[in-house]
């Protein structure tokens, strides 16, 4: 079994910053995919950054240039750093890892708040 436990979440005022990490424990042999999801209240879990295992990465358009994901191969981290963040960045932010080539775990959540 797998767990993903995330921390780095909480209150910034309008134009901070906030790195997220996500660290996978358990059984891994491999992680495939690694990935940033945030759900606002009221809307669905929309994806914000992925990387794949080649290192590849994707950003949602609404974060592109204030969004930046890593990983640490090492620690089985993968990292969201958010710069410039806006009101609209508010949300409950979860990790996403495909592990094993077929496993899927989500993280529980962090709720980042970005308010004056």
């Known amino acids: 079994q797998v767990q993903l436990v995330e921390s780095g979440g909480g209150l910034v005022q309008p134009g901070g910053s906030l790195r997220l990490s996500c660290a996978a424990s358990g059984s891994i042999f491999s992680i495939n995919t690694m990935g940033w999801y945030r759900q606002a209240p009221g809307k669905e879990r929309d994806v914000v950054a992925s990387m794949i295992s080649d290192g590849s990465t994707n950003y949602a358009d609404s974060v592109k240039g204030r969004f930046t994901i890593s990983r640490d191969n090492a620690k089985n981290t993968v990292y969201l750093q958010m710069n410039s963040l806006k009101p609209e960045d508010t949300a409950v932010y979860y990790c996403?890892?495909?592990?094993?080539?077929?496993?899927?775990?989500w993280s529980k959540g962090t709720l980042v708040t970005v308010s004056s």
């Open positions: 996403r890892m495909i592990i094993n080539l077929r496993e899927i775990y």
